[in-house]
């Protein structure tokens, strides 16, 4: 890895000074630069373990073993300028399956975040009709799609539920997850739902990977919610029916928006940087050759004119 970067850091010097009048210099250059940042971001990060607490004494993660957590701050620095998402001031925190790095896939991450829209009563949560929700759904992101183009995302389409809606009535958390087609790519998007109810609202857990992770994450599901509950003061069971606000909706609009919500355009991180490397190796081998060429091309022309010192110049062409 550190020979990859220093090799990175060689073409940064070496790069424009051989290839200036490329156009595709610059942007390669660019594009090295922006990875270089990006390395460096993750290399610094303040990774927590064990007991965390998040919101104002909202709730606590216990971080399971083997996965790290970033406080707001880093959790944003990393989706917005690490993974390029948009920025979102109620992140909480980010959950991360092992250590980040810009050469590998993680298998998962989770951002935090928490709704006060009130108390929601789950009383529907047997009754809903999960097909029927589903095609609701989907007309609902063909929608969100509009607006993430509009806003220069790539579009999205929401393909099948990956994971049907489960919610588990004594510890009040509801999961479910979503396929999802990013800009038309083959490789499609993991969106892994989780909401957790309390007194007043309730947390959010986006769990963001790609389809190829799903039993990986399915493996890890119970582990990630069991590692989040509300304090004292904030659990479900604390609802007070006369100071306590009642959100206007239950389970299935619970699920419904999330649809509707930021956590389509988070999706985009599920492929995380893999295209992005294949572009910069790619970039990297056309940068070598070119390199190649005009530095054995200019020696190989030397040479010619050493091999043949009494050639007579051709006449240019008036």
Same mark, same amino acid.
């Given at each position: 890895?550190?020979?990859?970067?220093?090799?990175?850091?060689?073409?940064?010097?070496?790069?424009?000074?051989?290839?200036? /009048?490329?156009?595709?210099?610059?942007?390669?250059?660019?594009?090295?630069?922006?990875?270089?940042? /990006?390395?460096?971001?993750?290399?610094?990060?303040?990774?927590? /373990?064990?007991?965390?607490?998040?919101?104002?004494?909202?709730?606590?993660?216990?971080?399971?073993?083997?996965?790290?957590?970033?406080?707001?701050?880093?959790?944003?620095?990393?989706?917005?300028?690490?993974?390029?998402?948009?920025?979102?001031?109620?992140?909480?925190?980010?959950?991360?399956?092992?250590?980040?790095?810009?050469?590998?896939?993680?298998?998962?991450?989770?951002?935090?975040?928490?709704?006060?829209?009130?108390?929601?009563?789950?009383?529907?949560?047997?009754?809903?009709?999960?097909?029927?929700?589903?095609?609701?759904?989907?007309?609902?992101?063909?929608?969100?799609?509009?607006?993430?183009?509009?806003?220069?995302?790539?579009?999205?389409?929401?393909?099948?539920?990956?994971?049907?809606?489960?919610?588990?009535?004594?510890?009040?958390?509801?999961?479910?997850?979503?396929?999802?087609?990013?800009?038309?790519?083959?490789?499609?998007?993991?969106?892994?739902?989780?909401?957790?109810?309390?007194?007043?609202?309730?947390?959010?857990?986006?769990?963001?990977?790609?389809?190829?992770?799903?039993?990986?994450?399915?493996?890890?599901?119970?582990?990630?919610?069991?590692?989040?509950?509300?304090?004292?003061?904030?659990?479900?069971?604390?609802?007070?029916?006369?100071?306590?606000?009642?959100?206007?909706?239950?389970?299935?609009?619970?699920?419904?928006?999330?649809?509707?919500?930021?956590?389509?355009?988070?999706?985009?991180?599920?492929?995380?940087?893999?295209?992005?490397?294949?572009?910069?190796?790619?970039?990297?081998?056309?940068?070598?050759?070119?390199?190649?060429?005009?530095?054995?091309?200019?020696?190989?022309?030397?040479?010619?004119?050493?091999?043949?010192?009494?050639?007579?110049?051709?006449?240019?062409?008036?």
């Amino acid at each position: 890895m550190k020979k990859f970067i220093s090799f990175l850091s060689l073409l940064l010097i070496v790069g424009p000074s051989c290839v200036a /009048q490329d156009n595709d210099t610059t942007a390669l250059t660019e594009l090295v630069s922006r990875y270089l940042h /990006q390395d460096s971001l993750l290399k610094n990060f303040n990774y927590r /373990q064990g007991t965390v607490v998040i919101g104002d004494n909202l709730a606590t993660i216990k971080v399971p073993e083997g996965c790290l957590f970033l406080d707001p701050k880093e959790g944003r620095s990393l989706l917005e300028d690490i993974y390029l998402n948009p920025p979102n001031t109620g992140c909480l925190g980010v959950l991360l399956s092992d250590t980040p790095n810009l050469m590998a896939e993680l298998r998962w991450l989770v951002e935090y975040t928490y709704s006060d829209d009130g108390h929601v009563k789950d009383d529907d949560a047997k009754d809903t009709k999960y097909d029927e929700l589903l095609e609701k759904l989907k007309k609902e992101a063909d929608e969100v799609s509009i607006e993430r183009v509009k806003m220069g995302y790539s579009s999205e389409k929401l393909i099948n539920w990956a994971q049907t809606p489960f919610y588990d009535s004594e510890n009040k958390k509801l999961h479910w997850a979503m396929e999802y087609e990013f800009g038309g790519d083959s490789l499609h998007t993991l969106n892994y739902n989780v909401r957790v109810l309390g007194r007043k609202g309730y947390l959010m857990l986006n769990i963001i990977s790609s389809m190829s992770k799903l039993p990986e994450v399915n493996n890890d599901i119970n582990k990630i919610l069991n590692s989040t509950n509300f304090n004292a003061g904030s659990q479900y069971a604390e609802f007070d029916s006369k100071i306590d606000k009642i959100a206007e909706y239950g389970i299935g609009g619970l699920i419904a928006g999330g649809v509707l919500a930021k956590t389509g355009i988070l999706a985009k991180v599920g492929i995380f940087l893999l295209k992005f490397l294949k572009i910069i190796l790619l970039a990297l081998g056309g940068l070598f050759i070119t390199l190649r060429n005009k530095i054995f091309g200019r020696k190989k022309h030397r040479e010619e004119k050493v091999l043949n010192p009494n050639q007579t110049p051709e006449t240019p062409a008036e």
